[in-house]
């Protein structure tokens, strides 16, 4: 009763589990929609999202501190009576945006940043991060953490003799090692104060399901010692999930993959895990075959509205000229309002659509190319379940 | 059997009555959606049409030609099958859109022009209207004509020598006299060659449940001769309803309800009489009390992508500061999908969408305002049918 992941199925290191919020129950592994400022972009709306039986929505919690600020949003009943969202949702901390941004001071206490959108000079910290998603008011919250970049961000110019490359690179990877030595120490300690402001404000020994649950975010770059030791000092603390994060920043997928071979495992297995932006079709089969539950990402929805559709035959851009005729949907196996199982909108009225930039072009591709991501999840639990996915995927990543 | 309007009931002048199309019977008077390159613009669905039970679509064939083609539409079954629209449909002549642009040639055999999109140089006619219409598939039809601008394009600077003005003035509209009369007598050419055309591909003997509809257009600008010489010689050419054009193109509403007040009732009360482009909520009101039946006008969807929402107590600016935190929905009248009768979207969270331009709120303010639209043509259709319209219309105009 006190827990809130029940793991039902595994195949290999893949797993199948129940995630229960105080908004309801969701099987895993899941995809989250991502609404930044309380919309999913496109103006794909709550009915699209049900038609296509989405589990989850993520909001930004910068983008929404920023406008309309959380203290409307409380007013306003919270994120799921504003959006009249009844999903569960998940906030993130504010850190990953916060430390996009180029002009910024990191303290061991928090950060200074300049909003994107004024050039407001504003603080952000453990406390304020928690007191902001506590109004949101989300079903589930992240820890306020450091996540540095995987490369570094101003790294000077690469020798031109090649005797002197090998040094030089050497005392790149120094450096970058020792920014995310100190971004998983800053992780930690605001780890700690995100704890103490979340059982501030709510008894954590209440069950999971009652309250908001708190995940903490391990970080540590593509460095292995780095990873344990976030990985160590993080699921010490009593968080009710925990996240990779710092990852699908850059580097190569292959790089993320070989730190999911490393940690992943090592995360709790009576806890959801979640692998925070990712990432692209092949990027969650690789992922859920490491272990992990949950993950979000804009690449669905960005490359929608960029004209790429996903299939379960690969990717396709609507705007080629072979699809100008085609009274093809997008994907005859998907039953989203768009395809309709073969019955719906014709891949040439989306690519006319998407030629003359009508917004319904954007929406449609918008709502298939979720579904398919969705559809992606849900075809991995089942594989799981039945104990096969291994195969499954050898075969689907011929296709994706 | 062989009508395509039935009169129901009037009150004064205003009728309501039922247009019979080959895609089913639209009760009149209404509005049309229009949805100019086969989609409403800011992402506005066919269900959303459904939800709010708009009964006609009209389509734009300037914009189809240019994109993606008429040849293509045809291929592809035409609009209905292409947009899944199963509702009636009409489409324009191309003439509107044609005249509006400022690099063209008239001729009395028909017009030159460049498309807005590459600048190639196009040519369209009478009969390429008619076969472009055909080949996009509308139930309903319109002849190619001549629509001229209600004031002159290029005047002379007026003379500041008060003495000199009033001849000035009057040479003006001597000027534009002719050229309205010029395109009057054009457009009585083009309607004898529309319908030409139309009779070579269908039986006009036919029902006209059972082809598609050819609507004439009465042009005429504000002179009472021009229009009495057009509206004479359009309806006595075998059309299947009659559209008053060249109004709502600059002129003040005053000078529009005076050509209606002229004109509208000597339009065959047999057939449905179509007011092209208009209007404000007070226009068609104004219209309707006139004898008009059927209107089309961007103003609601184009009003609410900038922030203006109609209501049944006027129009509100959503984005002012004064909507901030307030939980009322747009019209709590209102049963579309997002007033849902006060248990929708609050203002506020329209607000916050419109304030941070994210496509929902703009799909969310054109359903309303076309659910609106609809609504205010559905009530005046029953105030006419209990023979109440004249002091519906006195308290309606005092809010709206």
Not at 77 to 82: A, K
Not at 210 to 234: A, N, T, Y
């Amino acid at each position: 009763m006190n827990k809130n992941f029940d793991l039902k199925s595994t195949s290999g290191q893949a797993r199948a589990g129940v995630l229960k919020t105080r908004r309801g129950e969701v099987q895993t592994p899941f995809f989250m929609s991502v609404a930044t400022r309380a919309a999913i972009k496109a103006g794909v709306g709550m009915e699209d999202l049900e038609a296509i039986e989405a589990p989850v929505v993520l909001c930004n919690t910068y983008h929404l501190h920023l406008k309309p600020g959380e203290a409307l949003v409380e007013k306003m009943g919270g994120l799921h009576e504003f959006m009249k969202c009844d999903k569960p949702m998940l906030t993130d901390s504010g850190g990953f945006q916060v430390f996009s941004i180029k002009r910024k001071k990191i303290t061991d206490e928090g950060v200074w940043f300049n909003s994107h959108i004024d050039g407001k000079r504003i603080w952000i910290d453990a406390e304020r991060s928690i007191d902001i998603q506590h109004k949101l008011g989300a079903d589930m919250i992240m820890a306020f953490d450091e996540c540095p970049p995987s490369r570094l961000q101003n790294p000077m110019e690469p020798p031109t003799n090649p005797a002197e490359l090998k040094g030089w690179k050497r005392r790149q990877e120094r450096k970058l090692y020792f920014k995310i030595r100190t971004a998983v120490e800053r992780t930690t300690a605001w780890a700690k104060r995100s704890i103490d402001a979340h059982a501030a404000k709510y008894d954590l020994s209440l069950p999971p399901t009652q309250r908001p649950q708190l995940f903490g975010i391990v970080q540590g770059g593509c460095f292995k010692d780095l990873r344990e030791q976030s990985l160590k000092e993080i699921t010490a603390l009593p968080f009710d999930g925990f996240a990779l994060g710092g990852l699908a920043v850059g580097e190569p997928s292959e790089a993320m993959y070989k730190v999911l071979d490393e940690i992943a495992e090592k995360l709790p297995a009576d806890k959801p895990r979640y692998l925070m932006g990712v990432g692209s079709p092949k990027d969650l089969i690789e992922a859920v075959a490491r272990g992990i539950d949950m993950f979000d990402c804009v690449f669905p929805a960005r490359n929608a509205r960029h004209g790429t559709a996903y299939t379960w035959n690969g990717e396709l851009r609507i705007t080629n000229q072979e699809f100008e005729a085609s009274t093809d949907v997008l994907d005859v196996s998907c039953g989203c309002p768009v395809c309709q199982n073969g019955k719906g909108y014709t891949r040439a009225y989306l690519r006319h659509l998407m030629t003359v930039d009508e917004e319904l072009g954007k929406r449609f591709m918008t709502i298939h190319n979720l579904a398919f991501y969705h559809d992606l999840m849900r075809t991995m639990r089942e594989q799981i379940m039945a104990d096969n996915f291994e195969p499954w995927k050898a075969a689907a990543l011929v296709k994706l």
